[in-house]
């Protein structure tokens, strides 16, 4: 599936994955220990962030949520009323260098093409602040295939690895800080990376 086909996918989908997934979780409480490293006035941006129950609801007032699928943000307009939503691709992630305190991008970058992801992280950094922190969902597997069936429709999932993915993260910038495991949306258990971009040289 290339981006365009994702998009679809993400608009068919968006509804039917609003509705399955439970919107609490250990997941979403990572976000308070993110927010907990922030000043109070953070702009946090929530990369994925489809109907926003799960993540973008959880942070402060006034965050960016963005989002592939336009059914997704539809959505999280009704959930998260006081979010700032903007529809946009994470590989050219339509927010301004250096103005975030924060991203969070859970369940989100493995719905992109692995070649793309290495993109995806230098985007991350673009947009953060030196010193910025990013909270993301940590693929355990290296893999790329696409569920025939998944919420009633199709999608891809796409990973490098672990130790790949955390090799990109460093390459764009990053230092990682720690990872803890929690439940996701569905109910299984899913890796998380604490990660600060260093300032340039």
Known sequence: MDRRAVRRAWDEVAETYARRRDPTGSD??????????????????????????????????GSVGVDVSRTGLDLART???TARLVHGEMTALPVASGVADA????????????????AV????ARALR??????????????????????GGRML???????????QLEEAGFRVDRTETAADPLGSGTEFVFATVEASD
């Not at 991203?103 to 290495?118: E, K, L, S, W």
């Not at 992280?121 to 991350?124: I, P």
């Not at 999932?157 to 090799?167: L, N």
Request: hydrophobic share 45%.
């Open 121 to 124: 992280y230098r985007e991350f």
């Open 103 to 118: 991203i969070t991008a859970y369940h989100a970058v493995f719905h992109v093409p692995r070649a793309d992801q290495p």
């Open 28 to 61: 979403a409480a990572l976000i308070g220990d993110l927010l907990a490293e922030l000043p109070a006035d953070a702009l946090v941006v929530d990369a994925g962030c489809g109907d926003g129950a799960r993540t973008l609801a959880n942070l402060p007032d």
């Open 130 to 151: 030196p010193g910025g922190r990013l909270l993301m969902t940590l693929p355990s597997g290296r893999f790329q295939t696409v569920r025939s069936g998944w919420m």
């Open 157 to 167: 999932f796409s990973a490098p690895g672990r130790s790949a993915t955390v090799r």
């Open 79 to 81: 959930t998260v009323p």
